[in-house]
């Protein structure tokens, strides 16, 4: 009896395989339905403010502009009127967009193509790690157990209903797949197919782009170095095809980004950089498990968990004590240098030049530059709030020695002969790196330097425009994963029979299952969330033009504004209002004037726009007294029970004319540094305000008395309202003139 039962897996062989491998993409599928917002499928669902509406509107507007055929205003929008590009102000996402455009062409529904994009990016998120897994001979059991880890991330299902870009990372996997097969293969088509994938991982988020295209990297020269094919004529005719492939996507995307954010000046400094970088305890904290929740009560930060969940970590960490126990010291020569070996002495000038370096920022590109910093401490800074640099000091050579001197450790000896667990171990290593930012911290405490952020904010282009650079941590799960199938790998060599593999296995896929049940959607699968557009949008939807709309009140911080950019879903018209990653200086300026509309300033400003269509909101129920029948040249057209709409006929964008510089007249003078002035000019006009869409290039005319100068600059896009003031910085001529000697100031079109 007892040896029939123990041959029963044997007999039933294929049966036993079909069922086993039917149930665990069963286990995929519901994991996947669980991980989404599915309630969102209606036809209107008011994502309400932050993230989440910008990520809808522009996924809704892209989409909608391919399905028309609209290509010259793909990255447009209708925010922020009247500026251009304004989808690049934060990122595009334009491979999720076109895999969503089936779904979109046969519903028509943006919140339906929304949602089964989403849901299918998972099992194709699964299945892109398990055949990287199998391409890297990975049992299907460890691909299997890396394919769950890597699909239903804690990363993943923190953004599944807020930032769409962050969540489809299926193609991540499979341009590694083919970058492995080249270099075991050596088809140019394998290397074309990589060079495709990565344009898709390029194409859906700028994060992705920079941790991915630094991943990558990494996996060529791992390869390069071992397989010497930089000596092969083959490998860069292979290249060329490939190359091409992804200069062309960075043409079409990450260019055009970088582009409008040097027009606008979009950079962040080092204290935003610092507040949005991952925490060490991020990766440490507890999952956001519904069946654990009241256990761990995980972490909750403003850049998102990033914990990658402790199943995964303790399969990491077993492979890790493997190979301590397998590993062997390594043995120098007597007298060698600790250094010895290329990539040592590589690591180790990296760190030293980033360190370097971080001490020559410039103060105009990035705000507070790191050299000055310790005298901008007080004590009571340094006791009351974060000890900054301090501490920074004391931990940094302590961490970049710790880091080095692990090179010659006997668990690294160890994984370094398997180049497998190596490679992807340093894969994680540096994406973790990325993602913290300049600084390394632990809760809102600062310990520590890190080389390798300080050297990308200054280095790699676009980085310094990152907001929440903590987001390039969800790429870490990808080398987790295969790191975690190793571990897998390790404990089935030490099981022979099969069955008892199947149940370690089974084991660890239900123990990854309690830790990833999420807490969100557990009883209401299917409950119906949508509510009714509201009328006022249905209101200016029936509306045959195309004009401004402006809603009241402005926000700022701006999130408040994220209910306005959805319903402009509906109506389809301009609006001045917007939501981004930036918020440009003439909304700035707009929110600032417009607090209370029965102020004359506040009107020309709207009238500035050229707005057309004034909804006055209620707040707390209630409408603003000055909200009567007429506001300035706005009159009452309709009224509703939460929304009053003005509209003014006669409404006009003014934007810069031929006298638009004359009202340039009083200035002031700051002397910045032994070459340079700071100008700040004046703009004189009671009667009417202008906005400018793009840049305004400018012939600065100055007299010191003896001598004449000119200077061309530019102005950046705003609004221009009586008494702003434009700071324009120029060179001077000669290293003696000073500020007492400049006498007057103009502003004239360059000729």
């Not at 240098?337 to 001490?359: D, E, K, M, T």
């Not at 709030?385 to 692990?406: E, Q």
């Not at 990308?456 to 990152?466: E, K, N, R, S």
């Not at 006298?659 to 100008?679: A, N, T």
């Amino acid at each position: 009896m007892l040896k029939s039962a123990m041959l029963w897996p044997e007999k039933y062989k294929n049966l036993y395989g079909i069922i086993k491998w039917v149930v665990f993409i069963g286990f995929i599928m519901v994991f996947s339905l669980l991980y989404c917002p599915y309630s969102i499928m209606g036809k209107y669902n008011n994502f309400g403010d932050g993230d989440s509406a910008f990520s809808l509107w522009s996924f809704n507007w892209e989409l909608s502009r391919l399905a028309s055929l609209d290509f010259l205003n793909l990255y447009n929008g209708n925010i922020f009127y009247p500026l251009k590009n304004v989808i690049l102000f934060s990122e595009s996402s334009l491979s999720n967009i076109i895999a969503s455009l089936p779904v979109y062409l046969i519903t028509l529904n943006p919140y339906t193509a929304y949602i089964v994009n989403l849901f299918v990016s998972f099992p194709l998120t699964a299945l892109g790690m398990f055949l990287l897994a199998r391409e890297l001979k990975f049992s299907r059991n460890a691909a299997a157990v890396a394919a769950f880890i890597f699909a239903f991330s804690e990363f993943r299902f923190t953004f599944s209903g807020a930032n769409f870009q962050q969540i489809p990372m299926q193609w991540m996997p499979l341009t590694l797949v083919f970058v492995h097969r080249y270099f075991s293969t050596h088809k140019t088509s394998n290397l074309i197919i990589a060079a495709v994938f990565f344009s898709l991982v390029s194409a859906s988020t700028g994060y992705y782009f920079m941790s991915f295209s630094i991943l990558c990297a990494i996996v060529f020269i791992f390869h390069i170095l071992k397989s010497g094919d930089c000596r092969r004529k083959a490998f860069y005719k292979a290249a060329v095809p490939a190359v091409m492939i992804v200069i062309a996507t960075a043409a079409s995307i990450y260019f055009p980004y970088l582009q409008v954010h040097r027009n606008f000046k979009f950079t962040r400094s080092f204290s935003e950089q610092i507040g949005y970088g991952a925490s060490l305890e991020n990766y440490l904290s507890s999952a956001n498990s519904y069946v654990l929740h009241n256990i761990t009560n995980g972490f909750s930060r403003i850049e998102g968990n990033l914990s990658v969940r402790y199943t995964a970590l303790l399969l990491v960490f077993t492979a890790l004590f493997y190979y301590w126990k397998k590993g062997t010291a390594r043995e120098r020569p007597q007298g060698a240098s600790l250094f010895a070996g290329r990539a040592n002495i590589a690591l180790a000038l990296l760190a030293c030049l980033a360190i370097v370096l971080s001490f020559f920022v410039k103060e105009n590109r990035y705000g507070i530059p790191v050299s000055s910093l310790p005298h901008m401490m007080s004590l009571r800074n340094l006791i009351d709030n974060i000890p900054l640099l301090v501490p920074a000091f004391i931990f940094t050579p302590l961490i970049i020695a710790l880091t080095v001197r692990m090179i010659f450790s006997k668990t690294v000896n160890g994984i370094v002969k398997q180049e497998t667990m190596f490679l992807y171990l340093l894969i994680s290593f540096t994406i973790f790196a990325m993602s913290l930012g300049p600084f390394i911290k632990i809760g809102e405490k600062i310990i520590g330097f890190n080389p390798i952020g300080l050297f990308l904010y200054g280095v790699f282009p676009g980085y310094d425009g990152m907001r929440a650079v903590s987001r390039a941590g969800g790429v870490v799960t990808l080398g987790v994963s295969i790191l975690a199938a190793e571990g897998v790998r390790i404990i089935e060599e030490k099981i022979p029979r099969a069955l008892y593999r199947d149940l370690i296995f089974w084991g660890i896929v239900v123990i990854l299952a309690i830790e990833s049940y999420p807490v969100r959607g557990h009883l209401n699968l299917f409950e119906d969330k949508t509510v009714q557009p509201p009328a006022k949008y249905l209101w200016l939807k029936e509306q045959r033009d195309n004009a401004p709309v402006l809603e009241w009140p402005l926000h700022i911080p701006f999130d408040g504004e994220g209910k306005y950019v959805e319903g402009s879903m509906i109506h389809g018209k301009p609006i001045v209002n917007g939501l981004s990653s930036y918020q440009w200086e003439g909304h700035v300026r707009l929110t600032t004037l417009a607090g209370s509309l029965d102020d004359d300033m506040a009107l020309k400003a709207i009238y500035a726009f050229g707005v057309k269509y004034l909804i006055i909101n209620a707040e707390n129920g209630a409408f603003p007294l000055w909200a009567k029948h007429e506001i300035g040249q706005f009159t009452l057209a309709k009224e509703f029970p939460d929304a009053l709409i003005y509209v003014n006929q006669d409404a006009k964008t003014q934007f810069p004319d031929d006298d638009f510089l004359k009202h340039f007249s009083s200035f002031s003078c700051e002397e910045s540094g032994k070459d340079s002035y700071i100008f700040s000019i004046e703009f004189h006009s009671k009667d009417k305000y202008y906005v400018s869409r793009d840049k305004i290039v400018v012939e600065v005319f100055w007299n010191t008395g003896k001598t004449q100068h000119t200077d061309k600059r530019s102005i950046n896009p705003a609004l221009f309202a009586d008494h702003d003031v434009v700071v324009i910085k120029v060179k001077k001529s000669g290293e003696n003139e000073r500020c007492s000697d400049v006498h007057s100031i103009f502003l004239f079109k360059p000729h």
